[in-house]
């Protein structure tokens, strides 16, 4: 008899499947587009990219944190130095090795993930960010995690949305 699949096995294909498409579409993209900047304080391409590559093992880490140590807090707020270093001169970044890291950084992930159980994802603790207060371990895999790599994917997407529709128009 087959296991039935905990939400951290959907989460963990849920991440597997947006990052592969993310990485199928960047690697075919011209390579002006990837730090191309589509207008003043939005990210490009390359910016999202490295975000990613430093969120997914964050989040799972504070994902572990929650279920091993409840007690303990967990998270961050957008001034956390590694988040902001994560988005600063990425353009001294390469593709190939970005695209490499969240490929490694996923699966890493997705190991992790598979192991908990759904009485692990209703584990609560409280966050360091005030805004989030006590929530389950669930809400950092679904909002945190999977939800915000959805959210860079549409970034990434209406960038080159941006950048096909201003070369259509020259």
Known sequence: MRNPQTRAMAAAERLSTITDEIQT???QLPAELIHWVPA?????????????REFVPFWTGETLRIVRTPTELWGRDHTDTARIAAVTNTAAHRLD?????IREAVRRAGDELRRLSDADLATEATSKNPRWGMKP????????????????????RRNISQFNTGRAKA
């Open 25 to 27: 579409e960047v690697q």
């Open 40 to 52: 003043e304080g939005v990210w490009t391409v390359m910016d999202n990219l490295c975000h990613v």
């Open 97 to 101: 090795d970005v695209v490499a890291d």
């Open 137 to 156: 371990a669930s809400f950092v895999v679904d909002d945190l995690l999977v939800h915000h790599v959805a959210k860079h994917q549409g970034q990434i």
